[in-house]
């Protein structure tokens, strides 16, 4: 992550956190990280233990007071681009969504939602009934143009009252092209709220009624699920929708968590870093967390 990245993340979550209870879990003592590890060739890794994994606070490892190896249950928002250009493969777009939802296990809890020039999500709680998911599938509308960011923002917002493992999974296949809120606004949020944004992106080649146009996903949504500790995949086939949903689906139930005490606690955004010492792997969490402060807020004026 270049320094101006950093510093411009530095300073939009800290402005948002300043509006904001700490992320600080006061009653656990602990930062949880969510870990996905891969091989070489990219396959998931699911038998280290605590010893193979360092973590680093600012460049200061820490020491694991949490170490799981076992399922937590997540709920999800999925978010679709329903837009024009992906009117062509939506029915095969959905069957792909499909396979993550029925990869759900029985905690689990999910909602499914779609952009366009709208913002759609339904049904309007969440739920663990997979059936009840899928059918809602079939109600999702279309429309023109790709309101990308709104969609990931609403995704954020149906999370806000919800404890616990908190994601979106947003697909799209072109750029934002008029979404009220800004890219920046989406990471902050994220990033502050503790949500992991998994996110595929597809090629899109499609007739617009006049010419034939060549789509590319929206260069955000790399940054989104990097900063966040989700996974980015771009696809140039629609056959590979349904594989990579359903991949998606097997990393968020193979996930290691860790967790440790920060030693600063200075309210200020911190930067993590996840290692594991097995030669041969990366580790995938989020880069970043506000750290918790003991001064009491400054009073207003």
């Known amino acids: 992550m270049s320094a101006v990245v950093a510093v411009a993340l530095a300073v939009g979550v800290a402005t948002l956190a300043a509006q904001q209870q700490p992320l600080f879990r006061s009653g656990t003592e602990l930062v949880d990280l969510y870990v996905t590890v891969t091989d070489r060739g990219g396959r998931l890794v699911p038998d280290l233990t605590r010893d193979d994994f360092v973590v680093f606070d600012n460049g200061q490892p820490q020491e694991l007071l949490l170490f799981e190896n076992e399922v937590r249950p ?3 928002v999925v978010m679709l681009d329903t837009s024009a250009s992906v009117t062509p493969s939506l ?3 959905k069957a792909g969504a499909e396979q993550f939802l029925i990869r759900m296990l029985p905690d689990d809890r999910g909602r499914v939602g779609a952009f366009n020039d709208k913002i759609q999500v339904e049904p309007a709680e969440f739920t663990g009934d997979r059936d009840r998911l899928i059918d809602a599938l079939g109600v999702l ?3 023109n143009p790709t309101r990308l960011y709104d969609g990931v923002a609403a995704g954020l917002d149906a999370l806000s009252d919800v404890d616990g493992r908190r994601v979106v999974l947003v697909f799209t296949d072109g750029d934002d092209t008029d979404s009220e809120t800004r890219s ?9 709220d503790e949500v992991m944004i998994y996110a595929i992106g597809l090629e899109a080649d499609y007739f617009n009624g ?6 590319r996903p929206d260069r955000n949504l790399r940054r989104f699920a990097e900063e966040t500790g989700g996974g980015y995949f771009e696809l140039d086939e629609t056959s590979d929708l349904g594989p990579t949903f359903t991949r998606v689906a097997q990393e968020l139930h193979s996930q290691y968590v860790l967790g440790f005490a920060p030693q600063v606690r200075d309210g200020r955004v911190h930067e993590l870093e996840v290692r594991v010492k097995p030669r041969g792997m990366r ?7 506000v750290a918790p ?8 004026r």
């Open 91 to 93: 029915h095969l777009l």
């Open 283 to 289: 580790a995938r969490a989020r880069r970043s967390y």
């Open 210 to 215: 006049i010419r034939r146009v060549r789509t």
């Open 141 to 143: 509308d279309f429309g």
């Open 184 to 192: 920046r606004d989406v990471l902050d949020r994220a990033v502050a």
């Open 74 to 76: 997540i709920t999800v």
């Open 293 to 300: 402060s003991d001064s009491p807020p400054a009073a207003r």
